[in-house]
């Protein structure tokens, strides 16, 4: 974004905000003097003064000017420098990443040998709500920002084992994405405004090493502009107030339209008539699943067999925070509370424990020796519930689960959707994590294998999840970074009751040490602000 009355990025003082000189474009830690209103219009008028056109010129240029005076210049309480503000989208995602870092790296890569390898170990990348999943990284030339933070948050966690040991890329590409994670946070206080600051240090230190190794010029515009974000948060609020995000897709519609036209008259004459049958098919497309999901709905409450049945599904809604409209299969066992933090999905049979262990434990290892074990853990948890051997426990076993929690972001209401099915969607097997409470210190986090709602006969509901515990590893890799968090997978599967259960987790596979044979993964905790922000407290930073 260059404002017309300065001159272009390769102007020898080409930032619109203030008198940076090209040659410390990089030079994050130095602050620079401010335009104003006031001293542009000054050297214009001293400039229109000059004796001869060659310091007319040579002044001008050194305040990066044009001989062209503003028409805010004579309007009260306005500075048109003051319009600028750092875009999150154009100058770090799809810009100091998109254009310089992430072209660096595959171009690395390339001479490497290792795209193909890297390719592969996207494609394999957990899956994550709202986090796309890219199989085809080496052969598809990636335009919108979205693509390139997705990409951007993955990367570490590959390159870290794949580029020669000590590598100063991912150090560096780590500092840029704290940066972006920090400052797209919706909330900003004064404790964050700090590790911000730190982190573009950080960030400008590991420049200055990819440049050495690499031969990396980082003297462009858009890296020098970070050094004006933390200002443009103090006067103007959150960077999500001036984001470009808003209607970026629609770029990518129009340009699919362009590719189909002759090239002539394509606006009025091609592309709207395209976009308007787009629009007719994608209208006609949401009368027609309307009409069945309301004949699904009406079919649905007419097969309701008694009052009872239609009360506990206006409690199940009811469940759905923020008013979703989304609806629970039911379970043959009501919930205990309608009012807890996490709602139950995806049901399979209804039977009791033993059932359970006789029909599936010589096949699967969740319900192997299931009764037993769950006796002793509810009677743990339970001392007041006298378990005898004769007494049956009802149980209900589900594949997916909707936890609602308080993010730290902006503490406002969020939610998370995990699935444990051992074939989703005809993908193979998916099995998510969550963070929950526990009494050591730092992140405790487990692997979710079954979830199971159990009915004593004391009437008491108990939602619990089969969990493998994720214990803290020494481990590290070839490369490692500021906030690395490595867990090793327990072989052995244990209860967690669902009261102590936070928020989801992602977590990304780690090769580990060769001659180990235990499963390593990485924490990855760039997926949102809030997972970020925890496991930032987690490891000895103040960042509320």
């Not at 210190?441 to 009915?455: E, F």
Request: glycine letters at 4%; a neutral charge; aromatic letters at 10%.
């Amino acid at each position: 974004m260059q404002l017309f009355w300065c001159r272009a990025n390769r102007a020898k003082h080409p930032c619109p905000r203030c008198l940076v000189s090209h040659e410390m474009l990089d030079c994050l830690h130095q602050f620079f003097p401010l335009r104003s209103s006031e001293a542009m219009r000054n050297v214009v008028e001293r400039a229109r003064c000059a004796p001869t056109a060659a310091q007319r010129d040579k002044l001008l240029m050194d305040h990066g000017l044009h001989d062209v005076p503003h028409f805010m210049w004579n309007i009260r309480f306005s500075d048109p420098y003051l319009s600028f503000i750092y875009d999150l989208l154009h100058f770090l995602e799809a810009g100091k990443w998109g254009h310089h870092l992430w072209s660096l790296t595959l171009d690395l890569l390339e001479k490497l040998g290792l795209l193909a390898e890297v390719t592969k170990r996207m494609a394999k990348f957990s899956r994550w709500r709202n986090l796309k999943h890219i199989n085809d990284l080496a052969t598809k030339d990636f335009t919108d920002g979205q693509t390139h933070l997705d990409i951007l948050k993955c990367i570490v966690y590959i390159l870290c084992e794949i580029l020669p040991p000590k590598s100063t890329l991912i150090p560096c590409i780590r500092a840029l994405l704290k940066c972006q994670m920090l400052l797209g946070l919706r909330v900003m206080t004064t404790s964050r405004q700090l590790v911000v600051q730190q982190c573009i240090e950080d960030y400008e230190k590991w420049c200055k090493r990819v440049s050495e190794d690499y031969d990396k010029n980082f003297k462009f515009p858009k890296q020098h502009y970070l050094i004006h974000a933390l200002d443009d948060v103090r006067l103007k609020g959150v960077l999500r107030n001036g984001t470009t995000r808003t209607g970026e897709g629609i770029h990518q519609e129009v340009k699919q339209h362009y590719g189909q036209t002759n090239k002539r008259n394509t606006e009025a004459q091609q592309i709207s008539i395209r976009d308007e049958d787009q629009e007719v098919v994608a209208r006609t497309r949401l009368l027609i699943d309307d009409f069945f999901r309301r004949a699904s709905q009406t079919a649905e409450l007419s097969d309701a067999s008694s009052d009872t049945d239609a009360t506990y599904q206006e409690a199940d809604v009811a469940q759905f925070k923020q008013g979703s409209a989304r609806r629970v299969p039911k379970s043959r066992i009501s919930p205990a509370n309608v009012e807890n933090q996490w709602i139950f999905g995806s049901p399979l049979q209804y039977s009791d424990s033993r059932s359970y262990e006789d029909l599936h434990g010589g096949n699967n290892p969740i319900y192997r020796a299931l009764d037993p074990r769950l006796r002793e853990f509810l009677h743990s948890q339970f001392p007041d519930e006298y378990l005898t051997y004769e007494d049956t426990i009802m149980a209900s076993v589900f594949q997916c689960v909707y936890i609602a929690y308080q993010s730290k972001d902006d503490w406002t209401n969020a939610e998370d959707i995990l699935r444990c099915n051992s074939n989703w969607y005809n993908s193979g097997p998916r099995y998510d994590c969550v963070l929950f409470n526990s009494d050591q210190p730092g992140v405790a986090c487990a692997r979710l294998r079954s979830l199971i709602r159990c009915q004593l006969p004391s009437g008491r509901v108990v939602d619990l999840a089969v969990v493998q515990n994720m214990k803290p590893s020494k481990w590290r890799p070839k490369t490692s970074w500021d906030g690395c968090v490595v867990f090793e997978e327990e072989v052995d599967l244990t209860f967690l009751l669902m009261d102590f259960v936070i928020r989801g987790a992602l977590l990304a596979h780690a090769q580990g040490p060769s001659n180990s044979r235990r499963n390593f993964h990485y924490l990855v905790d760039v997926v949102d602000g809030d997972v970020f922000l925890r496991v930032l407290n987690a490891i000895g930073h103040v960042c509320n």
